[in-house]
């Protein structure tokens, strides 16, 4: 499509002569003027000429005289000419006819002068969208901007518009047939008003004022609309596209998305959708509302999932949770509490094309309903039927509160939920119901069902949440965590013990302790008959009786000392004391003797 200034004829070449007795009805002796306009396929016409004025001469005194004109010659623009002509002697130019440009116009005054000439030009900087339109339908969003066009007491001539593309044999859009032509104001650069509705593949010359244009009261007047028809559900990704001011580009190609949003603040995992030519804005809004975990069937038609007051300003009624269109958008409504609130930010989103190449869709999601509703939320870890570990999430909101009792529902995510292309993270929800004085009473669908597609773990793994040490007393802060559990990662035997009952129980690097043995006893009846078998091992003989076997201290049998080793039956801390002790006095004893003997040796020395 081309923009430019229209040209106007001139009356260089133009010629003119008067005929009597021709058949024409001219008056003798008056004075008529012509000006000419080129005049396009649409039937609008260019700036006219100056005018051209012919004299009818004095004959025979009968109105039988016809006025012959040449027309300007034809250009690159145009090859049609409109005749304009006075009354007689008069000053008012109206429409006569029209020509081939370069031939001869004989007019005989048959024309009712009826039609007007429009002179008024155009002055200002022009540019120019176009849409595709068909009676019926949603309109197409506009054409990046053409021009500008500085015009000066002038017409734009619009060429080679474009015909309408042939819709998809899926759809996607109407079989548009015409063109729709939007022009800014001189002083308005920024808003588009409807100038005229043609046929593809011709040429227009737009010469309507501004004033014209811009009047919405006049019926069929309007603006353009910048972002074009919204989408519905069933509007294919690859054909939506986005408008920044007055560009437009195609936020979504055939690959991979990566889409990783946040709940209550916290960061969830990145899930991945394939986005194919035939994807459509439902398969989005299905994949990201199972990213986010939004529950909207609680499975238990007396208790469905309830909704939020709707507080959006010029709306009423309430929000149901889910992922649905408002008006051309995306709405996603989380589901009650604060530590359900969603957040989508710019950067959540990546795709990544055929060729490798990674951008971010820049979809701007913003927040028009605040999250509102105590809630508490807890992470903890499971395992699955091989020890793999799962990132779990609980999640407790207030849902009701009345005389009688106080009641939360539960939300139970998990990001490694795999389940066959699909990525829900919801795996569970029910109730808590307390009484009066905030005790736990009971709790619904407490089983939690984690999908393991993909792995040889038994499938789907399901455990128990047990309620019943949490209570509804008033706090300031709800909290909820998970004490305990009996699920754990694989380990290995690190060491083991052995009780006075005689079980052996194995200590494993998990932190699991199991029962791995029972040690038992037996007596017999002769044990003198027992055989030797070397290495302090005993055997029955014939002569032992039949043995009477048991658990430790059971049936007369013996006792186990646990923590004792066997043959340990000294005290080797005591016998080393005992012995110092003894070679201490041992010693002192010897130099008592020494020095008696001394004393003896002496008295005998004074004998002699």
Do not use: C
């Amino acid at each position: 499509m081309t923009v430019s200034s229209s040209t106007a004829p001139t009356l260089t070449g133009v010629t003119s002569s008067t005929s009597e007795g021709s058949g024409g009805t001219h008056t003798e002796g008056a004075v008529y003027q012509y000006r000419f306009t080129y005049l396009d396929s649409s039937g609008n016409e260019s700036l006219p000429t100056a005018a051209l004025s012919v004299t009818v001469p004095a004959g025979n005194g009968i109105a039988d005289e016809s006025i012959s004109v040449s027309l300007p010659a034809a250009n690159a623009q145009y090859s049609q000419v409109r005749v304009y002509r006075t009354a007689p002697n008069g000053s008012d130019f109206f429409r006569v006819g029209s020509g081939a440009a370069g031939s001869t116009f004989v007019d005989e005054n048959s024309a009712v002068l009826t039609t007007p000439l429009q002179s008024t030009g155009l002055n200002g900087n022009y540019s120019y969208m176009i849409t595709y339109y068909k009676a019926g339908e949603p309109e197409s969003r506009p054409s990046p901007l053409l021009g500008p066009q500085n015009v000066v007491n002038g017409r734009v001539l619009l060429g080679n518009l474009p015909t309408p593309p042939v819709p998809p044999p899926t759809g996607g859009f109407p079989a548009y047939d015409q063109v729709r032509i939007y022009r800014n104001l001189a002083n308005d650069p920024n808003s588009f008003y409807l100038v005229d509705t043609v046929a593809p593949n011709v040429k227009y010359t737009d010469g309507k004022t501004d004033a014209e244009i811009s009047n919405l009261s006049t019926l069929g007047n309007k603006t353009v609309n910048l972002d074009g028809p919204t989408v519905d559900s069933n509007t294919l990704l690859v054909n939506i596209t986005r408008r920044d001011g007055f560009e437009y580009d195609k936020p979504f190609v055939v690959g991979e998305l990566s889409f990783a949003g946040r709940k209550g603040g916290r960061l969830l995992k990145e899930k991945k959708f394939t986005i194919t030519a035939t994807s459509t804005v439902q398969d989005l809004m299905g994949f990201m509302k199972d990213t986010v975990g939004i529950v909207s069937d609680s499975g238990d038609a007396t208790r469905p999932i309830i909704a939020s007051k709707n507080m959006i300003p010029g709306e009423s009624g309430s929000l149901q949770p889910n992922a649905y269109l408002s008006s051309g958008a995306i709405r996603m409504v989380s589901n009650t509490g604060v530590d359900n609130a969603l957040g989508i930010d710019l950067t959540s989103f990546r795709i990544r094309d055929a060729n490798g190449n990674i951008t971010s869709p820049n979809l701007g999601f913003g927040t028009i309903q605040e999250a509102k509703g105590q809630s508490a939320v807890t992470d903890f870890i499971a395992y699955d039927s091989l020890g793999l570990p799962l990132r779990m999430r609980l999640t407790a909101t207030l849902e009701e509160r009345s005389d009688q009792q106080l009641v939360y529902r539960w939300y139970a995510d998990s990001a490694d939920n795999s389940n066959k292309g699909k990525t829900d993270i919801a795996v569970g929800t029910g109730l808590i119901y307390f009484d009066g004085n905030g005790n736990y009473v009971s709790s619904t669908s407490s089983t939690v069902a984690v999908n393991r597609s993909g792995l040889p773990s038994t499938k789907p793994l399901q455990f128990e949440l047990n309620f019943k040490q949490i209570s509804g007393l008033a706090a300031e802060k709800a909290s909820l965590a998970a004490s305990r559990q009996d699920g754990s990662p694989p380990g290995v035997l690190t060491s083991y013990v052995i009780g006075e009952e005689g079980t052996i129980r194995g200590v494993f690097s998990n932190g699991i302790s199991r029962d791995l043995g029972q040690v038992r006893l037996a007596r017999f009846s002769n044990p003198g008959g027992l055989e030797q078998r070397g290495q302090n091992l005993y055997a029955q003989g014939i002569n032992t009786g039949l043995p009477i076997e048991g658990i430790p201290s059971e049936n007369g049998l013996g006792s186990l000392s646990a923590g004792a080793l066997e043959l340990s039956n000294t005290d080797v801390g005591g016998d080393l004391v005992t012995l110092v002790l003894a070679s201490t006095m041992y010693r002192s004893n010897a130099r008592v003797i020494t020095a008696t003997q001394q004393l003896f040796d002496e008295l005998l020395n004074l004998r002699r």
